[in-house]
């Protein structure tokens, strides 16, 4: 059962498209209208703020870096995930599904993969950026995000995106992945120096997944995928996407109830369960 969400009043959609926009859109343009348009705010769930958490972490263990040229020592870096992890507990209450690790169960996982963390990286160079902010105007598009590290390699910039969750992407959907591809785009750009490698970096186990990104992927970005997705938006087509992901959907309630009132006021048949069967736990979708 997922959490009930308030509707909060409509809010224009702001042209400035992040990774997270683009592919929410691409994976449903229904939960796009929800998040951007309708401007419902995500429910905080356990592994969107253990994700976060995280980041911080790692973020304040590399500006250290930075500046000493050394990483902190490991109880440190232990102590700042533990005084952030319970802040955010206390402040906003994340949503922990059922079945979910419980709030130590994170705590261990968190002190396990930071450790591993910190002893693969104790003889690496510090990084050249971390948390780095972009915004730039591309094929008369704003393109907006927050890079997680970019090191130094030896014929460029290596990207690097920190990945917290359980499962590890095959290679193919690294390869095509569109956030990497954004971020090296943007990070030629903005550090005006070509990209040796994005880097999909798995914390559950220190492992990485490394691939390239060039001009035909810069070209997919700019000239096939922006254009579809800011043509939809401006023609609010917001058509529902149905599939297993409508199980973690945080609007799925919202969702559901709006198909029910769709089914109604169309005098369309509700499905029948058998509908829902066959993989897909949720109503087969109207024409
Ligand atoms: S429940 Fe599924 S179809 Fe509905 S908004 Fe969420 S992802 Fe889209």
Redesign the pocket.
Known sequence: MNPVIAVQPIVAVQPRWSATRLKTFL?????F??AYVAGIPAVPTSPLVFGRVLHQVLCFAHERQMAERKLPPVAQVLEQFDGLWSRALDEEQPFFRPGAPSPQMHTTLAHELLRAFLSAHQDKAPPLAVELAFEIEAAGHALCGVIDRVDEGQSGLIIVDFKSGARKPPLADVERDLQLTLYAFAAQKVLEQPVEQVVHYHLRNSSQIATQRGESEFEWLLDKVLPHVAQAVEREQFS????Y??NW????E???A??ERDHAERNYPQPEPETAKGGEA?PT?HN
Request: glycine residues 4%; proline residues 12%; positive net charge.
């Open positions: 994976n449903c343009p229904r939960q209208h929800y529902p996407r149905y599939g992901w409508c959907c945080d609007f799925r919202l969702c559901r709006q198909d949720w979708p």
